[in-house]
């Protein structure tokens, strides 16, 4: 790994510490290095605040360094007014020589606008740097500007012999397929996500809350597929916890293309991560209409010997790791 690499390596590591915070913004990072030496660092505010070159830039104790140092960056730097003004002005106003800068952001306010700006100030950058690694960092943030919808992650728990879930069960709650720590991590996910969705038949069995209870962060906003306006006020996805959207027979045509629809509302309320929950019948529509990004399989250790079938689906395995006795499969869309 050469000298750029390493440091947008770290630009990458730092950006993570904004994730679930910065949306809609990219969670970007930013290092500046001069004589081989880290003076400062910075990742994307919450919405709203600086952006990670910004923050880096406050960070540096001495200013006059700047003029020698060298910039790196995830995403390449804006150079367009929004809640912020332009990373790429500032970066030039500081008369900073060099910038790397790990991809360029292509949306089309940006799209190379903020290097040409550095180029023309005088400014030596190199685009490109881990280039798949940081396109692989911000994919929330590409899958939503390029395919004009949002993340999207399957997750389910089956058992070993491969249900989701009983037939029939004797109360409107969960029945447990895993273990709290797995629970745990599913509300970490929550937290690191801008929405979750569930069909009509997961609020009525479960009667199911969506929110973070078991891990500090950020409730999701709840999506709530109900054709036929079935559920009332009564449910816990209707609580003040967090914000919940149905989509009901009045929003979409049930007939064709359920999921297409659905990722067109969820684009124009500016969602750019979701998590898919379920039920079976929801997660099968999203993955038959090849609408999703990530699935995130746990397999817990008890068996039901009957009851609904695990969504049937094909994917690239990208990691298997135990939790507890739980196994976690995380597949990519390939």
């Given at each position: 790994?050469?000298t750029h690499e390493t440091y947008i390596k770290r630009c990458i590591e730092i950006a993570k510490n904004g994730l679930g915070n910065t949306r809609p913004n990219p969670m970007v990072g930013s290092v500046i290095v001069?004589?081989?030496?880290?003076?400062?660092?910075?990742?994307?505010?919450?919405?709203?605040?600086?952006?990670?070159?910004?923050?880096?830039?406050?960070?540096v104790v001495n200013k006059n360094l700047l003029k020698e140092a060298t910039l790196y960056v995830t995403l390449e730097p804006c150079s367009h007014y929004g809640k912020t003004p332009p990373c790429s002005d500032l970066?030039?106003?500081?008369?900073?020589?060099?910038?790397?800068?790990?991809?360029?952001?292509?949306?089309?306010?940006?799209?190379?606008?903020?290097?040409?700006?550095?180029?023309?100030?005088?400014?030596?950058?190199?685009?490109?740097?881990?280039?798949?690694?940081?396109?692989?960092?911000?994919?929330?943030?590409?899958?939503?500007?390029?395919?004009?919808?949002?993340?999207?992650?399957?997750?389910?728990?089956?058992?070993?012999?491969?249900?989701?879930?009983?037939?029939?069960?004797?109360?409107?709650?969960?029945?447990?397929?895993?273990?709290?720590?797995?629970?745990?991590?599913?509300?970490?996910?929550?937290a690191e996500e801008q929405a979750i969705l569930v069909g009509t038949n997961t609020v009525t069995e479960d009667n199911p809350s969506l929110t973070t209870r078991d891990w500090f962060g950020e409730n999701p906003i709840?999506?709530?597929?109900?054709?036929?306006?079935?559920?009332?006020?009564?449910?816990?996805?209707?609580?003040?916890?967090?914000?919940?959207?149905?989509?009901?027979?009045?929003?979409?045509?049930?007939?064709?293309?359920?999921?297409?629809?659905?990722?067109?509302?969820?684009?124009?309320?500016?969602?750019?991560?979701?998590?898919?929950?379920?039920?079976?019948?929801?997660?099968?529509?999203?993955?038959?209409?090849?609408?999703?990004?990530?699935?995130?399989?746990?397999?817990?250790?008890?068996?039901?010997?009957?009851?609904?079938?695990?969504?049937?689906?094909?994917?690239?395995?990208?990691?298997?790791?135990?939790?507890?006795?739980?196994?976690?499969?995380?597949?990519?869309?390939?």
């Amino acid at each position: 790994m050469n000298t750029h690499e390493t440091y947008i390596k770290r630009c990458i590591e730092i950006a993570k510490n904004g994730l679930g915070n910065t949306r809609p913004n990219p969670m970007v990072g930013s290092v500046i290095v001069h004589n081989n030496k880290i003076i400062g660092e910075g990742y994307t505010s919450k919405y709203g605040g600086n952006h990670a070159e910004v923050n880096a830039i406050n960070s540096v104790v001495n200013k006059n360094l700047l003029k020698e140092a060298t910039l790196y960056v995830t995403l390449e730097p804006c150079s367009h007014y929004g809640k912020t003004p332009p990373c790429s002005d500032l970066i030039i106003s500081h008369q900073i020589p060099n910038v790397v800068i790990g991809c360029i952001d292509d949306n089309e306010k940006v799209a190379g606008k903020g290097i040409e700006k550095l180029k023309k100030a005088g400014c030596n950058v190199t685009v490109g740097v881990l280039e798949n690694e940081c396109k692989n960092h911000h994919k929330r943030f590409f899958t939503y500007f390029n395919k004009k919808r949002p993340y999207i992650i399957l997750k389910w728990a089956e058992t070993t012999d491969g249900f989701i879930a009983p037939i029939t069960k004797n109360e409107k709650k969960p029945v447990w397929i895993t273990n709290e720590y797995s629970r745990q991590l599913v509300h970490k996910w929550r937290a690191e996500e801008q929405a979750i969705l569930v069909g009509t038949n997961t609020v009525t069995e479960d009667n199911p809350s969506l929110t973070t209870r078991d891990w500090f962060g950020e409730n999701p906003i709840r999506i709530v597929i109900d054709r036929e306006k079935k559920l009332t006020k009564d449910y816990a996805v209707f609580n003040n916890n967090s914000k919940t959207i149905t989509i009901t027979s009045k929003d979409i045509d049930f007939s064709k293309n359920i999921a297409e629809q659905t990722c067109t509302i969820l684009f124009e309320n500016n969602i750019n991560s979701i998590i898919i929950e379920g039920g079976a019948k929801t997660l099968q529509t999203f993955i038959n209409e090849n609408l999703w990004d990530e699935a995130r399989i746990f397999t817990g250790t008890v068996s039901f010997k009957n009851g609904i079938k695990a969504p049937n689906f094909s994917g690239e395995l990208i990691s298997e790791e135990k939790i507890n006795l739980d196994i976690l499969k995380i597949y990519k869309n390939d």
